[in-house]
């Protein structure tokens, strides 16, 4: 017997007793990059033409030497795109698919971080299947049309310790005239294979380790605590779960072990570019929480981070931190989810204690004696002090927000029912704007 839930509107609702796990093929290590001509040809047994997908700083890195030499070993054809935008927008999406289009060619390869590799997934999507970037946009913003079938094959190359996008089926945007962050999301987006190769985290900027090692600690916490699987309605049909299917043992396991990693070796990594231990093992916690988070979904801090990057324009911020090149003000992804994430948890926490509990000693906090109801502030706490210690904005306060912008924020926020769902609480209008006001700060 499955369990059931009584609902004020259907009788009854059929709760999930099940979860899958879905990830692409993992290549991890040092020197990995140089398997990638031989793993591209894998997919291609005739030959053929390969878009290479970068941005115009990466393009200068010897990673890029390393990438282009094992493709043409292989001798591949290969064609280059390296004007990813960093956090792209609908145009810089839509040039990508122009150019995927024209080209025509046979796989994709991406070499960069969540940016680079979130333009590939949507110009192999443009130029493989009929239709525009807005029909198969998630709603309400877009239609939502499901992919209609695989892709192209993409070997995806991440240079951030971050976003976990090559193990994802998730391409993110700024839809610029809606003022607001969205994108698709399909199992089919995920790329063929990851090659992660640690060493690319040596060139990486202070700010960007700092960015995307909080943007893993929240793929982390929000996956361990996400609503269960078992307390989600049954899909219909049962083998359409979706990627945020709520915390399972699966995506606990890889949670957990991130959450620990971060506490570990985010300050090392952050305070030093030469600590090669501390850079190599926040890329594995960030393989390990994005396999964690595209199969358990993330919640509220990431619900509430496209209010914070998308609204910062209408409030004349010239916030942007040194290590992002370019001239307009930007929250870096990571840095918009963290801004709130200790006030999110501490709104949460009483739900679940026990796994925010668990969140706060995994990182590192003082939970010695603490009881279950202090779990919310132990974890505000201890993300609040690594928040600190690795130079990011001090709450929405830190990028220019005052209370007055906290309604603007809440109706950027609401519409992201796809996450807000997955909380292992209800969270609606009323809870968004508690939580905006006292992210305010931090620590
Ligand atoms: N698809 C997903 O599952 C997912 C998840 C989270 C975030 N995202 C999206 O990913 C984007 C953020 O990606 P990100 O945090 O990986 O950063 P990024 O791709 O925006 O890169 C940040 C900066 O670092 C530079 N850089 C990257 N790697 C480098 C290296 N090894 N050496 C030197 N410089 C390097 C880039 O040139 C850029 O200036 C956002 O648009 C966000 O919304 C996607
Ligand atoms: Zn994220």
């Given at each position: 017997m499955r369990p059931h839930l009584h609902h004020a509107h259907a009788e009854h609702v059929e709760l999930e007793s099940a979860f899958t796990v879905d990830a692409s093929r993992v290549t991890f290590g040092p020197g990995s990059l140089r398997e990638v001509g031989l793993r591209v040809a894998r997919h291609l047994p005739d030959g053929g033409r390969v878009a290479l997908f970068t941005d115009a700083r990466l393009r200068r890195t010897e990673w890029y030497d390393d990438t282009m030499a094992a493709l043409r070993e292989q001798n591949l054809e290969v064609v280059v795109f390296d004007e990813v935008l960093v956090e792209p927008t609908d145009a810089s999406m839509q040039a990508a698919v122009g150019f995927a289009r024209e080209a025509k060619p046979d796989a994709f390869v991406s070499l960069g971080g969540g940016s680079v590799i979130d333009t590939a997934k949507l110009a192999d999507l443009l130029s493989t299947h009929p239709g525009e970037l807005i029909d198969y946009v998630n709603a309400p913003l877009g239609a939502a049309t499901p992919v209609p079938g695989p892709l192209k094959p993409h070997v995806a190359c991440p240079?951030?310790?971050?976003?976990?996008s090559e193990v994802t089926g998730i391409a993110i945007f700024d839809l610029v005239s809606a003022h607001a962050k969205t994108g698709v999301s399909s199992?089919?987006?995920?790329?063929t294979e990851a090659v992660v190769d640690p060493r690319t985290t040596a060139s990486l900027p202070a700010d960007v380790v700092a960015s995307s090692g909080l943007d893993v600690l929240c793929h982390a916490v929000e996956s361990l605590t996400a609503r269960a699987y078992v307390g989600r309605p049954v899909a219909?049909?049962?083998?359409?779960?979706?990627?945020?299917?709520?915390?399972n043992p699966w995506s606990d396991l890889g949670a957990r072990q991130a959450i620990e990693l971060i506490g570990r070796y985010l300050r090392r990594a952050v305070a030093d570019e030469h600590d090669e231990e501390a850079r190599h093992q926040m890329m594995w916690a960030a393989t390990l929480a994005g396999i964690a988070f595209g199969n358990a979904g993330v919640h509220v801090p990431h619900a509430m981070a496209y209010a914070v990057a998308g609204v910062l324009h209408d409030i004349g911020s010239d916030y942007r931190p040194a290590?992002?090149?370019?001239t307009e003000s930007l929250v870096p992804h990571g840095f918009a989810v963290a801004v709130t994430a200790p006030a999110a948890f501490r709104a949460l926490a009483p739900t679940t204690p026990f796994r925010h509990l668990e969140a706060a000693r995994l990182l590192?906090?003082?939970?010695?004696?603490?009881?279950p109801r202090e779990a919310g502030d132990v974890l505000a706490e201890a993300v609040g002090s690594l928040m600190h210690d690795v130079g990011a904005?001090?709450?929405i306060g830190g990028v220019g927000y005052t209370l007055d912008d906290v309604p603007a924020l809440v109706a950027g926020a609401a519409p992201q029912r796809r996450l807000l769902d997955n909380a292992p609480s209800p969270v609606h209008e009323d809870e968004l704007h508690a939580i905006f006001s006292d992210a305010l700060r931090a620590w």
């Open positions: 240079t951030t310790s971050g976003t976990g199992p089919l987006l995920r790329p219909s049909p049962v083998t359409a779960r979706p990627a945020s299917q709520g915390a290590g992002y090149v370019g590192g906090g003082d939970t010695a004696g603490v009881g904005p001090n709450g």
